[in-house]
């Protein structure tokens, strides 16, 4: 049998339970097909920012057997420019060509390190303004709720953890294992990482009407044109009222919305059918087949039939 795939995960002073909870969450729901390690800079114990400490398994000998290392996120008063030696000397363990993913703060470790120099990356929003003066080599974009620069992977705060780790286990193992964890852990199963990380009305003012129902009704329309005036008709707004308190709930329009929504329906349907190009873009509501290989390409940067060998094997044609 093949080894599962090992995560390391290295936590901190100052860490936050919750986040520190989410990839054994996350990569232990996945059927067995990774292993999840805890450790600390020095192998003691971690003090959390709650009234209580934890006791890891393993010092930082763990991250240089990582297939995969999470840096989860502690708390924002023991945010520093620098690298203490410990923890510099522990990152330095992790072998090169290693995937780290960050949660919130834990970026500014590796930005610290020099790792995200040139990189495209992401942090909490609030702290946004202090990570550019400090780290201006790197390409930070603070609007979105993950970054996924090939082997270094950046989140936000909090819950964008989950979606990071999701979006991992849906590139080692595609969507029907992604939703089966979701579905285990009882998360949505798919957020875009483009997504906007702070909405500045998240939930419709009382007695107010939302956008939900009809973004569930177009999710089972997806095949179907789908116009702005249909999506306002249904929810019975005006399109200006619509595409306004669709942005407050969601954080992005209506139509970029609707293109990833396909576009991840195309995702399932290339992993787990043989349908061919033009048939699965009529499904997903793309005009021809040529309109889904842009998206998917825009999207994730691959062909419909290179992403379905990635899943289903060399011999697919």
């Avoid at 957020?191 to 007695?207: K, L, M, N, S, T």
Wanted: proline fraction near 6%; charged fraction near 20%; aromatic fraction near 6%.
């Amino acid at each position: 049998m093949t080894a599962p795939h090992r995560v390391v995960v290295l936590a901190l002073d100052g860490v936050y339970p919750f986040e520190l909870g989410i990839p054994s969450r996350v990569f232990g729901s996945a059927g067995g097909r990774y292993e999840v390690l805890t450790c600390s800079a020095d192998g003691a114990p971690v003090a959390t920012n709650s009234d209580f400490s934890v006791t890891v398994g393993h010092g930082p000998e763990a991250l240089a057997t990582a297939d995969t290392v999470v840096l989860v996120p502690f708390d924002v008063s023991q945010v520093r420019r620098g690298l203490p030696p410990k923890l510099e000397a522990a990152l330095a363990a992790v072998p090169p060509g290693t995937r780290i993913v960050s949660i919130c703060t834990g970026a500014f470790v590796l930005a610290a390190a020099g790792r995200l120099d040139g990189r495209r990356a992401t942090t909490h929003w609030a702290l946004a303004d202090t990570f550019r003066a400090w780290f201006p080599a790197v390409r930070l974009d603070p609007d979105v709720l993950f970054v996924d620069d090939g082997d270094l992977l950046t989140s936000a705060g909090a819950a964008s953890g989950v979606d990071v780790c999701l979006h991992v286990v849906r590139q080692d193992h595609g969507a029907a294992v992604a939703n089966d964890v979701a579905r285990a852990c009882v998360v949505p199963p798919w957020r875009d990482g483009g997504q906007a990380q702070y909405i500045q009305h998240p939930v419709p003012e009382e007695q107010a009407n939302g956008t939900s129902a009809t973004r569930q009704w177009a999710l089972e329309r997806l095949h179907e044109p789908l116009s702005l005036t249909e999506l306002a008709g249904h929810a019975r707004m005006s399109r200006r009222t619509f595409a306004r308190r669709f942005g407050e709930e969601v954080g992005t329009s209506p139509g970029r919305w609707l293109i990833q929504q396909r576009v991840a329906r195309a995702r399932h349907l290339l992993e787990t059918t043989d349908l061919a190009v033009d048939e699965l873009a009529a499904q997903v509501g793309f005009a021809t087949g040529t309109s889904l290989r842009e998206h998917l390409h825009a999207a994730i940067g691959v062909t419909p039939l290179a992403y379905r060998r990635t899943f289903r094997g060399a011999g697919v044609e």
